[in-house]
């Protein structure tokens, strides 16, 4: 038994067709989802098709949480698909079983791990789908085989650092844009200006390509109905904006961007 994982399209329908046209002579037996089918690219609807016409099974990422998670849920479920929240199902192949069990976004949704795996037989194999990997070290310690997780866009391995000025200064000196997500408007003028002291200490003046900064702009038909709508952006990431980046900026050489996918075989 051969499971296609598939995980963070964002809506992005070229990188998945890619990967999907990349794996066409790939003997999987069943495909599941890890969330974030939405978010980012421009092509939720037909993302969300292509999706709930392979996989078994998904459950939600931090983006499919903040955006409307009964829109996106309905949008699986009414076509068969089970969204897993904090449940599992079995996987069966003749005598064989082994369990999946979904746990609910842990950034935005309502985790519990008791109600996930609850009814599973202690000694039978379960895997955990958990969209943000780091709840690891806590399911270590649990009767679970397997963690499977996406999130973190080609690598599951947290750099100390990340975030702080010195990687902030290091992104400065070497060209790389950094990108503000919502940050306090008196810290954002520090943090440009860290970086353009480390950009002058190299040898250049940074531009407006080398910063991007989210900003959050609603569009309803009245005021009233923006106001509203907006309501439940105030906290999250929705997406941000485009600036020029070096390809393998948010992903190591080899991997699609917008699109992950892993097969995982059974015996």
Known sequence: MRLGILSDIHANYEALSAVLEAYTHEDITEYYCLGDTVGYG????????????????????????ITNPPLIIRAFQDHGIPVLRNTSIPLERGSGRIWLAGIDDLLRGTPRID?????????????????????????????????????SHGGQIWIPGIGSPETLEWSARHHYPYIYL??????????????????????????????????RIHVQDTDEKANEAGKGFLIGNAGIGRVPMPGDFMAPAGKKNGVIIRVWEFK
């Open 42 to 65: 421009g092509s939720p609807n037909e993302c969300a098709e292509v999706v709930r016409g392979l996989a078994k099974a998904t459950i939600l990422g931090n983006h499919d949480a």
């Open 182 to 215: 919502e940050t306090d408007p008196q810290v954002t003028v520090q943090m440009t200006e860290l970086y353009n002291k480390a950009a002058a200490e190299v040898g250049y003046r940074p531009g407006p390509q080398n910063f991007g900064y989210l900003w």
């Open 115 to 151: 109600l996930t795996l609850q009814g599973i037989p202690p000694d039978e194999t379960t895997i955990l789908l958990a969209h943000e990997p780091d709840y690891a070290d806590q399911v270590s310690l649990l009767p679970v085989d397997l963690q499977l997780s996406g999130h």
